[in-house]
Each structure stands twice: as C-alpha cells, then as structure tokens.
C-alpha cells in the first residue's frame, strides 16, 4: 500500500487470481528506484524489508517507526461531537459562499 500511494500504480497489477500468484512467486522483490522519485533512505529500508519475498527476511519495527511521527495538537477552536450529539444524519449540509445552509436528502 505505501508503494502504491507513493507510486500511484498497483504493485500487482494484474487482474486474475492466478496472474497475481504467478507474478508473486516471480518476484524477487522491490526496488526503492522503481518509484521515480527519491525518498529517504531509512523509509525505503523499511518498505523494502516488508515487501521481502522471503517472509522470514520481513521486519516490523513499529516502535522504531512510531518515533516518526510527531504528536497531534488540535486546534483550540475545534469541537469533537459524539455521534449522538451530532445533527440528523438524514440532514446534508451544503456550504455556499460562506453560508451554512441544511437540506433535506
């Protein structure tokens, strides 16, 4: 999946059960210079580990990936609803020009 959100095509593109099988037991792996463009090093290992053919030669390190990403702040101004304090849900909300105006769908 990151490959192909930061490729925009299917790793596996073919279209039949058998075809993806045939083309899975082919492969020998991934390439980090397939995608086209350049991403850092240490991201590119660690795809590059997950999509190891060999799945004992596959690593996880989630805590090592985890310290990637940053803690989330809202905004002050934001205001979490639970489902039940939320509107109708038959109720659509269109924004027009600034305007909140609510039809019924």
């Known amino acids: 999946l990151a490959v192909e959100l930061l490729d925009g095509t299917k790793l596996f593109a073919q279209t039949t059960v058998s075809d993806v099988f045939t083309a899975v ?4 792996g ?7 463009l350049q991403i850092d090093d240490e991201l ?7 999509l190891a053919p060999e799945p004992a030669d596959r690593e996880a ?3 090592h990936i985890a310290g ?17 304090d939320l509107a109708d849900p038959e109720e659509t909300r ?3 020009d600034g305007e909140d105006t609510a039809s019924e769908g």
């Not at 590119?44 to 997950?50: F, H, K, N």
């Not at 990637?68 to 039940?84: C, N, R, T």
Request: proline share 7%; net charge negative; charged share 25%.
């Open 94 to 96: 269109i924004f027009n």
């Open 61 to 63: 390190n989630f805590e």
């Open 25 to 28: 037991t082919r492969w020998r």
């Open 44 to 50: 590119a290992e660690v795809i590059t580990s997950w």
């Open 30 to 36: 991934w390439n980090p210079s397939s995608l086209g």
């Open 68 to 84: 990637w990403a940053d803690s989330v702040e809202w905004p002050e101004e934001i205001e979490i609803l639970d489902p039940e």
